[in-house]
T-cell receptor, first 114, second 115 residues
Framework: NAGVMQNPRHLVRRRGQEARLRCSPV?????VYWYRQLPEEGLKFMVY????????ESGMPKERFSAEFPKEGPSILRIQQVVRGDSAAYFC????????????FGPGTRLTVT | AQKITQTQPGMFVQEKEAVTLDCTYD???????LFWYKQPSSGEMIFLIY??????QNATEGRYSLNFQKARKSANLVISASQLGDSAMYFC????????????FGTGTSLTVIP
């Protein structure tokens, strides 16, 4: 009974490189959310996706960040041309539905940009 | 706009004692949900307890209870009989946004249980 899986757990990138973060939701969950946690802060919503659709991306930076949740395979958060300010923990969560359903969180990916 | 406020950056409690972690929220939505999550040093987010805005009774889950005061817009977490394993960051969160799809998190409270 696997929970939300994220990989890699730790990712180091040099400035200007691309970072790809993967998230496999709980089996049976079709709703995926991405959050960013900066040091000493709470989680900040980035994007909400269902299969093949971006539902709400109001928390995503306008440039360099993109997310997808294809019909098959994990959800991907992609950060192009990373900068030092992108260093953070990125959490993925999934839920069975919206509204009252709780979100189950993955262990997070810690991105360090050098 | 939705906002969650946790005013206690750090708290200490003696083992076996009870502790209350404060959380206040702001929303104009008539229907909302309030959640508490625990984040140990390993980093994962662990769901603890949920309170719906229309729930008549305060939520309880084992040693966790939520002191929900709707008029004051507060949703404090009470941990009874603290254990050493309770040492962690605790985040209060509120469900909101489009169709309730976003979670708004507070800045967290670091709880340390003293033996």
């Amino acid at each position: 009974n696997a929970g939300v899986m994220q990989n890699p757990r730790h990712l180091v990138r040099r400035r200007g490189q691309e970072a790809r973060l993967r998230c496999s939701p709980v089996k049976g969950h079709s709703h995926v959310y991405w959050y960013r946690q900066l040091p000493e802060e709470g989680l900040k919503f980035m994007v909400y996706l269902q299969k093949e659709n971006i539902i709400d991306e109001s928390g995503m930076p306008k440039e360099r960040f993109s997310a997808e949740f294809p019909k098959e395979g994990p959800s991907i958060l992609r950060i192009q041309q990373v900068v030092r300010g992108d260093s953070a923990a990125y959490f993925c969560a999934s839920s069975y539905g919206t509204g009252a359903y709780e979100q189950y969180f993955g262990p997070g990916t810690r991105l360090t940009v050098t | 706009a939705q906002k969650i406020t946790q005013t206690q950056p750090g708290m200490f409690v003696q083992e076996k004692e009870a502790v209350t972690l404060d959380c206040t929220y702001d929303t104009s939505d008539p229907s909302y949900g309030l959640f508490w999550y625990k984040q140990p040093s390993s980093g994962e987010m662990i769901f603890l307890i949920y309170q719906g805005s229309y729930d008549q009774q305060n939520a309880t889950e084992g040693r966790y209870s939520l002191n929900f005061q709707k008029a004051r817009k507060s949703a404090n977490l009470v941990i009874s009989a603290s254990q050493l394993g309770d040492s962690a960051m605790y985040f209060c969160a509120m469900r909101g946004g489009q169709a309730g799809n976003q979670f708004y998190f507070g800045t967290g409270t670091s709880l340390t249980v003293i033996p």
